[in-house]
């Protein structure tokens, strides 16, 4: 109880921190006041160092945001767009590679939306793919990084210009790289001098804020709406309610709506819900059985011990065999391939848990993830490995609809006492009203 008491108490701190990091009148549209706990960006670090007093190797780090920042220093702008006299009615900016193109039409993973069947509806889309060469429909643009080397070249002059001749202490922020861009691309092009409704799957990211506030501060009439697409995590402080945020944010159930409002600073009339189109696709096999590693981790004895600890609570013959699946984008990454061979170890070294004839209804997941809520409303149990419980783990103050049972400090058996209240399946798909130009 003491330990809950605790998580509690943490969590309200992170988002207290957040809260008061604005109310000072530090910038939301900048990449260093974003809060994202499932990534180790400069805003996670600061409430390591804030609320958990943890300090951590800042040179290496620097370092790598430097390299990247390089890598990624001027972009391209790939589109076929021969509809001069075209005017579209919705612009839609969201990301998207390559594998998402279909005879040069775009399906949008987080709307779930051909980008053929709308024609009033402009789609920009962030990739780190290069489509030269690439067919595409004239409703569509690309925003792409340029060559490595190339941009290596770009940054040298840019360092030499502003930071030698005009004495700029700061290295340009790369969100606002990427605001500009955009805020160019549809300030230059007439084709979009009368759009109502711009759309964004949001994340409450600052180059998001920063093009909704510029087309606002331009246009008046402009409704603006963010989706977010995802269902939510244990702290979504990366959502907190700031300058630039939205007219609108849809969310896909109504516990997140209400947790928004109560603990993330938006005012409720702002928040609607609408249907979860990205998990449309999903089925419960596709959880049933697997163990998901998250986008990113910073300790992985605790996700070692986490998983041996459950294995060894467990009957014999009591579980399925599981598929231990690494996130998608970091399929590649050494620190994630090592996690993997670690916990397959375990999973060799209690291999008389398992069986092919288990009765188990489980999924497994790590860290700071809302994978857990996904599975959740697809009727599984789900086991929580929480490499860092204050961080990582569901509470009941926040999310009063999940029964929690505790395995150890680092491991928590999660069960649905509600559905529908995270993935509302049966809602309308307001998404899909506003590029049809039903509302308003």
Same mark, same amino acid.
């Given at each position: 109880?003491?330990?809950?008491?605790?998580?509690?108490?943490?969590?309200?701190?992170?988002?207290?921190? +957040?809260?008061?990091?604005?109310?000072?009148?530090?910038?939301? &549209?900048?990449?260093?006041?974003?809060?994202?706990?499932?990534?180790?960006?400069?805003?996670?670090?600061?409430?390591?160092?804030?609320? =958990?007093?943890?300090?951590?190797?800042?040179?290496?780090?620097?370092?790598?945001?430097?390299?990247?920042?390089?890598?990624? =220093?001027?972009? /391209?702008?790939?589109?076929?767009?021969?509809?001069?006299?075209?005017?579209?009615?919705?612009?839609?900016? *969201?990301?998207?590679?390559?594998?998402?193109?279909?005879?040069?039409?775009?399906?949008?993973?987080?709307?779930?939306?051909?980008?053929?069947? &709308?024609?009033?509806?402009?789609?920009?889309?962030?990739?780190? %793919?290069?489509?030269?060469? *690439? /067919?595409?429909?004239?409703?569509?643009?690309?925003?792409?990084?340029?060559?490595?080397?190339?941009?290596?070249?770009? &940054? &040298?002059?840019?360092?030499?210009?502003?930071?030698?001749?005009?004495?700029?202490?700061?290295?340009?922020?790369?969100?606002?790289?990427?605001?500009?861009?955009?805020?160019?691309?549809?300030?230059?092009?007439?084709?979009?001098?009368?759009?109502?409704?711009?759309?964004?799957?949001?994340?409450?990211?600052?180059?998001?804020?920063?093009?909704?506030?510029?087309?606002?501060?331009?246009? /008046?009439?402009?409704?603006?709406?963010?989706?977010?697409?995802?269902?939510?995590?244990?702290?979504?402080?990366?959502?907190?309610? *700031?300058?630039? $945020?939205?007219?609108?944010?849809?969310?896909?159930?109504?516990?997140?709506? %209400?947790?928004?409002?109560?603990?993330?600073?938006?005012?409720?009339?702002?928040?609607?819900?609408?249907?979860? $189109?990205?998990?449309?696709?999903?089925?419960?096999?596709?959880?049933?059985?697997?163990?998901?590693?998250?986008?990113?981790?910073?300790?992985?004895?605790?996700?070692?011990?986490?998983?041996?600890?459950?294995?060894? $609570? +467990?009957?014999?013959?009591?579980?399925?065999?599981?598929?231990?699946?690494?996130?998608?984008?970091?399929? $590649?990454?050494?620190?994630?391939?090592?996690?993997?061979?670690?916990?397959?170890?375990?999973?060799?070294?209690?291999?008389?848990?398992?069986?092919?004839?288990?009765?188990?209804?489980?999924?497994?997941?790590?860290?700071?993830?809302?994978?857990?809520?996904?599975?959740?409303?697809?009727?599984?149990? +789900?086991?929580?490995?929480?490499?860092?419980?204050?961080?990582?783990?569901?509470?009941?103050?926040?999310?009063?609809?999940?029964?929690?049972?505790?395995?150890?400090?680092?491991?928590?058996?999660?069960?649905?006492?509600?559905?529908?209240?995270?993935?509302?399946?049966?809602?309308?798909?307001?998404?899909? /009203?506003?590029?049809?130009?039903? *509302?308003?």
């Amino acid at each position: 109880m003491i330990m809950k008491k605790n998580l509690v108490l943490k969590q309200k701190q992170i988002i207290s921190f +957040v809260k008061n990091h604005f109310v000072k009148g530090n910038s939301p &549209f900048l990449k260093i006041n974003y809060f994202a706990l499932y990534e180790d960006g400069v805003g996670m670090r600061k409430i390591k160092k804030e609320i =958990f007093n943890l300090k951590k190797k800042e040179k290496k780090y620097f370092l790598s945001k430097v390299i990247n920042l390089i890598e990624n =220093f001027k972009y /391209k702008v790939f589109f076929a767009n021969n509809n001069k006299k075209k005017y579209y009615k919705n612009l839609v900016i *969201t990301w998207g590679n390559k594998s998402n193109l279909i005879n040069g039409s775009f399906v949008d993973k987080y709307v779930d939306l051909d980008t053929k069947r &709308f024609k009033d509806t402009f789609w920009i889309i962030l990739s780190r %793919n290069q489509f030269i060469k *690439t /067919k595409v429909n004239n409703n569509i643009a690309v925003i792409y990084p340029q060559n490595k080397i190339l941009n290596c070249f770009y &940054f &040298f002059f840019y360092l030499i210009k502003n930071l030698i001749f005009e004495g700029n202490k700061k290295l340009i922020d790369q969100d606002h790289i990427i605001a500009d861009i955009i805020n160019k691309l549809i300030s230059k092009n007439k084709n979009f001098s009368k759009i109502k409704n711009l759309l964004m799957p949001y994340e409450g990211q600052a180059f998001q804020k920063k093009i909704f506030y510029k087309q606002k501060s331009i246009n /008046k009439n402009l409704n603006t709406f963010g989706y977010d697409h995802s269902a939510p995590h244990s702290i979504a402080t990366q959502m907190y309610y *700031t300058k630039g $945020s939205p007219d609108k944010l849809f969310v896909t159930g109504l516990n997140t709506k %209400n947790s928004y409002a109560k603990f993330y600073n938006w005012p409720k009339n702002k928040i609607l819900t609408t249907y979860p $189109s990205r998990y449309k696709r999903f089925k419960k096999k596709d959880f049933l059985n697997i163990l998901f590693l998250p986008y990113d981790f910073i300790i992985s004895k605790n996700i070692v011990r986490g998983l041996s600890s459950f294995l060894n $609570s +467990v009957p014999v013959n009591s579980l399925n065999k599981f598929l231990i699946k690494i996130h998608p984008v970091k399929t $590649s990454d050494p620190k994630h391939i090592l996690l993997k061979v670690e916990l397959e170890s375990v999973v060799k070294k209690y291999k008389k848990k398992f069986t092919n004839q288990a009765k188990s209804n489980l999924a497994i997941v790590v860290g700071f993830t809302s994978t857990a809520i996904v599975a959740l409303e697809y009727d599984l149990q +789900v086991l929580h490995i929480c490499p860092d419980p204050s961080l990582d783990r569901y509470l009941n103050y926040f999310w009063s609809d999940i029964d929690i049972k505790r395995i150890d400090n680092y491991c928590f058996l999660y069960k649905l006492k509600k559905k529908s209240r995270y993935l509302n399946f049966k809602s309308e798909d307001k998404i899909k /009203k506003i590029l049809k130009n039903e *509302t308003n």
